[in-house]
């Protein structure tokens, strides 16, 4: 109970192991920040998204890679992923009226919790070597197909669904666009998954700083708010919350097979 607050305002920042500073604007994390039920797991919907390479090599980036995500969600804005919203309704009929006179019945009309439909992902994927970004349309379950991208899902995990670029080499995903949950409907938010081809030291500081600035904003809101823990003294330092947070985002199956990058 006492990390509550410090979790709350953490959740779901580290989309990517550590996290890209300034890849979510503020007014997108509240988006992102929607519990999932178990039976929508298996839809892959409002879960990360991560890429990795068919060949698990990296290209060297030997440039300002912040320059060119800004250019990727600069050109996702001015593009849209399309989606229809399904509500499913429910129609009873229910007996009313007293005992000992004739049975009446009531038609009763009840709508669901409204569900994506038809949706596509925008993914912006950068060339490496020569810096050229374009945006490719993906289909969350199929993947995308053209002459010059081939882009395949893999199967869920429970923490990510993998997207494998196939025919390119020396390609990276910058940014991605989908839609997301938000104040009971859907709305398209774009952000930077975690994949191996950005895992560079650059990233993960940049990311990691992010993080400890986000939570010790927290700690200090909570001070001034004269809000303490009940079973210590002190809060548990900051270090120990950036692990925690870490930790509740690793793939564990990645984790121990050691393909995180060292």
């Known amino acids: 109970m006492l990390l509550k607050p410090l979790v709350c305002k953490v959740s779901l920042l580290i989309v990517l192991l550590f996290f890209i500073l300034g890849s979510l604007p503020a007014s997108s994390l509240a988006y992102m920040q929607v519990p999932l039920d178990e039976e929508e797991i298996d839809t892959n919907i409002e879960e990360s998204i991560e890429i990795t390479s068919p060949t698990g090599k990296r290209d060297e980036i030997n440039f ?10 600069a050109m996702l804005e001015k593009a849209s992923c399309g989606f229809t919203v399904v509500h499913k309704k429910s129609v009873k009929k229910i007996k009313v009226g007293k005992k000992g006179k004739k049975t009446r019945y009531k038609t009763v009309v009840t709508y669901e919790k409204p569900e994506l439909g038809q949706f596509t992902i925008l993914l912006a994927v950068e060339n490496v070597p020569t810096r050229e970004i374009k945006i490719v349309r993906v289909h969350p379950r199929l993947g995308a197909r053209s002459e010059s991208t081939v882009i395949e899902p893999g199967k869920a995990n429970g923490v990510n669904t993998k997207f494998t670029i196939v025919s390119q080499e020396h390609h990276v995903v910058l940014a991605l666009k989908r839609p997301v949950r938000s104040s009971g409907g859907f709305k398209e938010v774009i952000y930077t998954p975690y994949s191996e081809g950005i895992d560079i030291p650059a990233v993960r500081k ?30 548990i330092d900051n270090d120990i919350s950036v692990v925690l947070a870490i930790i509740e985002h690793v793939d564990p199956g990645k984790f121990l097979s050691g393909k995180y990058p060292p």
């Open 64 to 73: 300002n890679i912040f320059e060119d995500i800004a250019r990727a969600r």
């Open 206 to 235: 940049a990311g990691l700083d992010y993080l400890r600035n986000v939570i010790g904003e927290a700690k200090e809101d909570l001070l001034r708010r004269r809000v303490y823990p009940r079973s210590c003294n002190s809060f």
